[in-house]
Structure formats: C-alpha cells, structure tokens
C-alpha cells in the first residue's frame, strides 16, 4: 500500500474470498476497540483529514486501485469528522469516482466487516434548505423535509454544525408525509457562518449520522435548497420558503460561460474567460481581464 501511507504485507498473506483485511497505524488497538482480529500493520505516515490518497500496488510496483478521496463535496460529508468512515457501497462507479462511496451507518465505522445500512424511518429525513448570510430582521434557519409517503418522528436527533459542540435537540417534533420542519437560530442557539459552514442532523441515539451538509460562501438573504424537494445537490433559490416546498433555482443575470485555463502557448496572458449576460455591460476580474457583450 501506498500514497499518504506505506505498508507491505508479509510474504506468504493470504487473502480470503469474500473477506475483508485490515490494515491500521496501531494494529493492536484497532483489535481491542472493534473486537477484530488479524489487523495488519502498523503502517507508516497517516491518512490526512482533508484529502488524502490511498494505493494498493501489486508486488512489480503497478497501481492495481488508486483512491483520492476528499472532505468536500461530492464526497460523503459526514466522513469528514463526525464520525463514520468512507464506505465503498457502489463499486460500479469505480474506486476513483465520489459516487462509489458513502458515510458508514454507524459511527467510529465498522472495520473487518460489511457496512449494515440502518433501515429506520429517520434515513428518510433530508436537510432541504437553510440560510446562513442574514441581516435583521431576517434570521437564519433549517429546514428537514421528510422523503417518506408517512409520518416520522424525530424527538431526540440533533442539529449542529460542530459534531461534538453547538448541538440542538429537537423535542416532541414528528414530520408528516412529504412534509417538512424548518428551525431559526434563536430555537437552535447558534447561527450558521455566511462565508461557508457545516450542517449536521443525527439520530437520537448519537450512533450514526442521518444528512450532513457542507456549503461556502451564500449571498445575502438568498438561500440554499434542494430542488425539487429532497432531490440531491443544493442550489442558490429564487426564494425563501421555510417550512413550505422550495422554489425553483434562482437565474443570476450573469454566468460564466467560458474559460481558457490552459492556452497553447503556456502564456499566462492568454488565460481569458467570457461571460453571458441578458444585458449589455462590462465585467471587469480581480486580476485585471475583461468581458464586454
């Protein structure tokens, strides 16, 4: 193995059909904690919190596997310090790609064996919108929206944007089919940083963490949301609707429609990018260069 840590296995390792092998930093610690057995290791170096790189090379030094993973999206957000580790759950899309991967079930991860997916109600509770960039007399807020065709109760999950600090528990609360709950930063007690924050709903029980969501920098008074409801990714919203079913994307006058990041001529002068607009104006970047329509 190989990339942010190293490890050869020993002459003679045999590898089991349709079993898992674990390698660690502290094998014997792993063993006591998870109650597993044959931990390999130690390796050397670590696996860095923000990104790393993980190989496994066979014994002429080629790369068989190769994982870059990542504590940003599109990579599972929950993986990134609250808790579950990252878990191949669909091959298909190949070791490389963010898709293959989910946030374990539960937390702390589970090393040596498979990842039981929790088959509860409370899976079917997405966080949908939230605003974080306010100025009297709005206020930021959450909303979670219920996927499910019934009713969920969720006494006892928490909302934070710290997986250990800044939790909010929500009481005697249940979401109805299709339904959803939004919470404002006087009912949470903390409020959500404009330049870029993380959201995290978990169960009651603290074992496992339900939606996380991580997002920069939000313009002023303009939230953020699914659309439709409950569907993947966020995006900036023409409106807010707290409580009530998101409004369509917002249409910014302005996109960028163009960039030339490499030239052929290696010259950094001729690095340019255009914009659209519904309007005739000028546009002028931070480093100088301009786009007229």
Not at 31 to 52: D, E, H, K, M, R
Not at 184 to 206: H, K
Not at 210 to 226: E, H, L, M, P, Y
Request: aromatic fraction near 10%; glycine fraction near 8%; charged fraction near 15%.
């Amino acid at each position: 193995m190989s990339g942010d840590i190293d490890y050869a296995f020993p002459t003679g390792t045999v590898f089991n059909a349709r079993s898992y092998l674990v390698v660690a930093k502290d094998p014997a610690f792993i063993q006591q904690t998870y109650g597993i057995s044959g931990v390999f290791g130690p390796f050397s170096n670590n696996l860095p919190n923000a990104s790393g790189t993980v190989r496994l090379r066979n014994r002429q030094d080629a790369i068989m596997l190769e994982v870059k993973y990542s504590s940003q999206d599109p990579w599972p957000i929950a993986a990134d310090g609250a808790g579950p580790s990252l878990v191949l759950t669909k091959p298909d899309y190949g070791e490389a790609d963010p898709q293959a991967w989910s946030a374990s079930c539960t937390k702390n991860g589970n090393p040596g064996t498979n990842n039981v997916a929790q088959t509860n109600s409370l899976t079917k509770v997405v966080i949908n919108e939230f605003l974080a960039h306010t100025d009297p007399p709005l206020y930021d807020y959450i909303e979670l929206f219920n996927t499910h065709t019934a009713a969920v109760a969720i006494a006892g999950c928490y909302l934070s944007k710290d997986p250990s600090t800044n939790r909010y528990q929500i009481t005697n609360a249940t979401i109805n089919a299709r339904g959803f709950l939004s919470l404002t930063e006087t009912q949470l007690g903390f409020m959500l940083d404009a330049g870029g924050d993380t959201i995290y709903l978990t169960d009651p029980t603290d074992t496992y963490v339900i939606d996380a969501v991580r997002f920069t920098a939000q313009t002023n008074s303009v939230s953020s949301g699914r659309y439709p409801d409950g569907t993947p990714g966020f995006q900036a919203l023409s409106s807010r609707t707290p409580g009530a079913s998101n409004s369509p994307p917002v249409q910014w006058d302005v996109v960028i429609n163009e960039i030339m990041c490499h030239p052929m001529s290696d010259n950094g002068g001729d690095k340019t990018w255009n914009c659209t607009t519904g309007a005739a104006m000028r546009l002028t970047s931070a480093i100088g260069a301009s786009c007229t329509e």
